[in-house]
């Protein structure tokens, strides 16, 4: 199991005021996100924990192209992986991102 951190500043705040996001599931090539709106508005926090280990330089690509897209400030992301590809990441990753602009009700 392996356990990487990318911690990156954002563009601009996340909108929305949704507190937190949840989509995916931990299944054989997919992954689980979620997301927290708990941080200083320019920050994004990613955090993962995989069984694939030795993808870190991936990941980190994946993860600066996604919040140079999304700019999603102030959000900390918790990834549950399940042996996801980059495209299933990217998308699940902008999945929560596009929750996380909802306002709470």
């Known amino acids: ?10 563009r601009q705040r996340a909108g ?3 507190k937190i996001a949840v989509i995916g599931v931990v299944a054989s090539g997919n992954l689980e996100v979620l ?5 200083p508005d ?12 030795g993808f870190g330089e991936v990941w ?3 993860i600066a192209d996604f919040v140079e897209r999304h700019s999603p400030g102030g959000v ?6 399940g ?9 699940r990753l902008a999945q929560a991102a ?7 009700q």
């Open 83 to 91: 042996g996801a590809r980059p495209d299933t990441v990217s998308l």
């Open 1 to 10: 199991m392996e356990d990487l951190s990318y911690r990156h500043i954002a």
């Open 76 to 81: 900390r992301f918790s990834i549950n992986d």
């Open 35 to 39: 997301a927290e709106r708990n941080l």
């Open 42 to 53: 320019a920050e994004c926090l990613v955090e993962i924990k995989t069984a694939a280990e």
């Open 98 to 104: 596009r929750l996380m602009q909802e306002d709470d």
């Open 16 to 18: 929305g005021t949704r």
């Open 60 to 62: 980190n690509a994946v």
